[in-house]
């Protein structure tokens, strides 16, 4: 039996643990395998996980477009899809903030040529674009939920009062923050928030990206943009890779691996709903899967 929870106020019935596909964004993880990443995909949907995290900024659409090939040989009622709308790109690779009506429109009707799909489960924001009026953009997605484009939407990286103003205009009926163990700002404000409200919360980098997972001596050098975060250098990170070792025994008292402790405490959170993994590989999920229904 297939672990399900109902995302807030949504009605979507999905997965604690969504599958995240950032990592097919070269900028920041450099080139990765397409067919390790559709591999992983497989075997995550096949053991129960039904919820797909993307975005048109991850690879300038490459990732929407490897989700569609995974979407291509499924029930379309099987798998819920969450993708964000942010960017304008420029011909020359370069973007910046655009959530004007006019170009939410467009982006939404590329996302869905680009995954193949006449819906979009989950529609967000993916930044908060002070720019554009936020009743315009409540409107925009009100508009693409009557047309059916989409059938719910929210936000992401917004702050508590970027996220109760948008609120003001539209309903936004989910967030995705950023959280860890070691990062645990929403706490103060941002969580008690969203379960006043009933608002769904799928936290993104509960790993730290790689750095709770236990497989680091904190001596490690990096290629991808980790390499100048704060967290994996010197002293901080050896710090943080020894705290994360420490775990072993607590994780062995349970059965489960660091990873999978480390992912059951954080969806153990009563604000948190939905856990999303960046997942390069099939292993890698496997272990993630082992964590499902623990919390």
Request: aromatic residues 10%; contains cysteine; negative net charge.
């Amino acid at each position: 039996m297939s672990h399900r929870i109902v995302l807030g106020s949504t009605g979507l019935e999905v997965s604690p643990i969504c599958f995240g596909t950032w990592q097919l964004s070269p900028r920041f993880w450099g080139e990765q395998s397409k067919t390790d990443v559709l591999a992983a995909m497989n075997v995550a949907f096949d053991a129960g996980i039904n919820f797909f995290d993307t975005a048109d900024a991850y690879g300038d659409g490459y990732a929407e477009t490897v989700v569609g090939e995974f979407l291509a040989g499924k029930p379309r009622d099987a798998v819920v899809i969450c993708t964000k709308v942010f960017n304008h790109f420029n011909p020359d690779g370069s973007r910046y903030p655009d959530l004007s009506p006019a170009h939410i429109r467009q982006r939404c009707d590329l996302q869905l040529q680009r995954m193949g799909i006449e819906t979009i489960d989950l529609y967000l924001l993916h930044m908060f674009d002070p720019l554009t009026p936020v009743a315009e953009v409540a409107e925009t997605m009100d508009l693409l939920e009557k047309q059916g484009k989409i059938r719910n939407y929210g936000v992401s990286n917004h702050t508590v009062e970027q996220f109760r103003a948008q609120r003001r205009f539209g309903a936004y009926e989910a967030i995705q923050p950023r959280y860890s163990l070691v990062d645990t700002d929403i706490e103060s404000d941002l969580l008690p928030y969203c379960q006043a409200e009933n608002v769904a919360v799928m936290v993104y980098s509960p790993m730290h990206k790689g750095l709770l997972t236990g497989k680091y001596m904190g001596s490690e050098t990096f290629t991808d943009f980790r390499k100048n975060h704060p967290d994996f250098q010197g002293q901080r990170f050896q710090a943080i890779a020894a705290a994360v070792k420490s775990l072993e025994p607590l994780a062995n008292k349970y059965q489960l691996s660091i990873y999978q402790l480390v992912l059951t405490a954080t969806l153990m959170h009563p604000g948190i709903d939905v856990a999303v993994v960046g997942i390069k590989s099939p292993p890698q999920i496997v272990d993630a899967i082992g964590a499902m229904g623990k919390s």
